[in-house]
């Protein structure tokens, strides 16, 4: 019988306890023992280890599709490997870590995480020597190379939209616009996405450069005089500084436009999981226990071109773009963004929305 632990880290999207919950299904129909680390790598770094066994009953089905983690995804404060190495003590961290998963003497661990959680795994993989590791990628913001899809991106999309849904009805009352700042960090999938399901009068990511007189133009000329403007909130605008939505607001009513802006903040992080999410929730969770039965370790699952497989951590460290960590100077973090070809940047604009100067 094998003995598999599941961790959830960084931050939380809806879809973690969908696959939590697929994951203990798959795992007790095989036969095996499945047990949760609790907060993330916090539970790894306490004595003993902070550990619960999960059967079946512990997410009741209807309680899967709810947003969070039911583990847990770290203290604020808390040990982990970007406090460890700001105090010098990355080295007896990760002893500590790896000491906790030998004396726990899990088969494999599945491991949820982001592109910095995924990222620290290969660099640090000494830690996984002992067990099979299988990453699966969760994030809202589609920044995670080498998948198409990641857990908790469609729901942060529908999220999003919702959002913009009901601002769009007062946005038309008042005859004015709502400046909407979204997650993302520097990727512009999230504002992209949620851009096009609206129909926003403009989308601006940090991807593609903006003219900020150009975008006034777009929208005096817009068919409406109301409507939404999405702001990813990596972008920048020379010589400004603040949220990058007051700044463009700030533009706006410079140039005699009504407007508002509006922050959805971690909402697009909540919600209930979407049935698309859920879908690849129950994937994802099956491709991993697939790989801890084909005695795979050091892989990620991933959806290329519609199918579930597995790709290599080191393919997907080597891939995307590789950006050095302040906080962690060892490390560089692989990231994906929106790719000039990407075909929805030509059906925003071919839609009228003003994406910047792509030309
Ligand atoms: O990476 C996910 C994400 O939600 C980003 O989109 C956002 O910038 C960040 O995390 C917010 O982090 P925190 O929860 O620490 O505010």
């Known amino acids: 019988m094998k003995k598999i ?5 960084g931050g939380d999207c809806s879809g973690l306890n969908t696959v939590i919950q697929r994951i203990v299904r798959g795992a007790t129909l095989r036969g095996w023992q499945v047990w949760g680390i ?49 105090e010098g003590s990355l080295k007896d961290f990760n002893k500590k870590i790896q000491q906790s998963l030998r004396s726990l003497k899990f088969d494999a661990l599945i491991l949820v995480g982001g592109n910095g959680s995924l990222s620290l795994a290969w660099a640090h993989r000494d830690i996984y020597a002992d067990l099979q590791l299988i990453c699966i990628p969760k994030t809202i913001d589609l920044d995670i190379p080498m998948t198409d899809r990641t857990i908790g991106f469609n729901t942060a999309v529908q999220q999003l939209t919702s959002f913009c849904d009901q601002l769009m009805l007062t946005a038309r009352s008042h005859h004015r616009w709502f400046v909407v700042q979204t997650m993302g960090r520097d990727c512009g999938q999230l504002a992209l996405n949620a851009g096009v399901a609206i129909g926003a009068g403009a989308i601006l990511i ?28 990596g972008i920048s605008l020379r010589g400004h500084s603040g ?13 005699g436009i009504v407007n508002r802006t509006a922050f959805p903040e971690h909402t697009q992080r909540s919600g209930d999981t979407t049935a698309d999410d859920r879908i690849l929730s129950a994937r994802m969770a099956d491709c991993a226990l697939n790989a801890i039965e084909n005695n795979e370790t050091y892989v990620m699952t991933a959806i290329n071109d519609c199918v579930c497989k597995t790709v290599s951590l080191a393919d997907f460290y080597a891939a995307g773009d590789a950006a050095h960590d302040p906080n962690i100077p060892d490390l560089c973090t692989s990231s994906a963004y929106v790719s000039p070809d990407d075909p929805l940047l030509g059906v925003a604009h071919d839609m009228g929305i003003y994406i910047g100067e792509t030309k």
């Not at 991807?207 to 909130?233: C, M, N, W």
């Not at 949220?243 to 410079?254: F, N, Q, V, W």
């Open 206 to 233: 940090p991807e593609i450069k903006f003219d900020v007189d150009a975008l006034v133009r777009h929208i005096q000329q817009a068919p409406t005089d109301y409507g939404i403007i999405l702001v990813s909130e």
């Open 243 to 255: 949220r990058p939505a007051d700044m463009i607001s700030r533009k706006l009513t410079a140039a």
């Open 5 to 9: 632990a599941i961790m959830t880290t």
């Open 38 to 86: 609790l907060d993330g790598t916090d539970g790894l770094s306490t004595t003993p280890p902070s550990v619960i066994r999960l059967d079946e009953g512990v997410i009741p089905i209807e309680n899967a599709r709810l947003a969070g983690s039911f583990l847990h995804n770290g203290h604020a404060g808390a040990l982990n490997f970007e406090t460890a190495a700001e």
